[in-house]
């Protein structure tokens, strides 16, 4: 089977380990195959900014999952120095308000010019997709259904100039209106799911999930798939099995 190169560009594979030798070894394996591998908290407290250096050594793209959420001033400086690791992609918490997502979009470009370095892209987190609606509004006092409070923080995401949102791929299919809006500004706005599991995978601790073709249908412009890949006997044969589950999905942008 051939690489098929609009399929790989869309493709984020989670490291989501603590050790960097399987890291690694898992690059090496999928490289060429994939679009972006993420590096989350689980991989980066283990190893810092080394490991980020590691990658960008084999040279492949690197989305930083670090969701970062705390007041504007702590946020953007945070975001200016992981933009001098040379991340391809990164995300903030869209909770911590317009204040907040304003200053670390500033921030990302100030940092992107001061170190001669290409614009990363910047995303919103809106709801993790291992939450579901009871947790929402018991746990988190949100009355809003899941999907309006979704749709609710994307418009947020994309009156303050972020490049795009996290999203399960059941939201993926509200977006529709933003990304015309973007593209009529001649713009992307990136709606990127994570809680994707091919039909042959486990659901594991993930509530809100599709298949990737789902997600693609639903309207995701880029898919996160971990275990399902990391935790194959061969990693390499699981990004195929879902190249050929996806053969024919027009990707929306």
């Not at 690489?3 to 869309?10: G, L, Q």
């Not at 989501?16 to 890291?23: I, V």
């Not at 283990?46 to 989305?63: H, L, M, S, V």
């Not at 259904?145 to 609710?152: A, G, N, R």
């Amino acid at each position: 089977m051939t690489t098929n190169t609009i399929v790989k560009e869309h493709l984020i594979v989670a490291l989501d380990t603590s050790n960097e030798t399987e890291a690694i070894k898992l690059v090496e394996k999928l490289s060429g195959y994939v679009g972006y591998f993420k590096i989350g908290l689980e991989l980066f407290t283990a190893y810092g900014p080394r490991i980020i250096q590691a990658i960008k050594d084999t040279e492949n793209k690197i989305f930083f999952d670090g969701k970062f959420l705390d007041i504007p001033n702590t946020v953007s400086k945070a975001v200016y120095n992981m933009v001098r690791h040379r991340v391809d992609m990164l995300n903030v918490y869209m909770s911590g308000g317009a204040v907040m997502l304003t200053e670390a979009k500033q921030a990302l470009v100030d940092s992107a010019q001061e170190h001669n370095l290409q614009l990363p892209k910047l995303l919103g987190v809106t709801v993790l997709t291992s939450l579901t609606s009871d947790v929402l509004q018991n746990d988190l006092k949100i009355q809003d259904q899941i999907d309006e409070y979704v749709l609710h923080l994307a418009k947020l995401a994309f009156k303050n100039n972020l490049d795009g949102i996290i999203c399960s791929p059941h939201e993926a299919k509200l977006m529709t209106q933003l990304k015309q809006e973007a593209k009529k500004l001649n713009k992307e706005f990136l709606i990127v799911t994570p809680g994707v599991r091919p039909s042959w995978a486990d659901k594991n601790d993930q509530e809100r999930i599709a298949t990737p073709k789902d997600a693609l249908t639903n309207g995701a412009t880029h898919i996160v798939v971990g275990r399902p890949i990391t935790s194959a006997t061969n990693p390499l044969d699981a990004v195929k099995k879902i190249y050929e589950e996806i053969q024919g999905v027009e990707i929306k942008k």
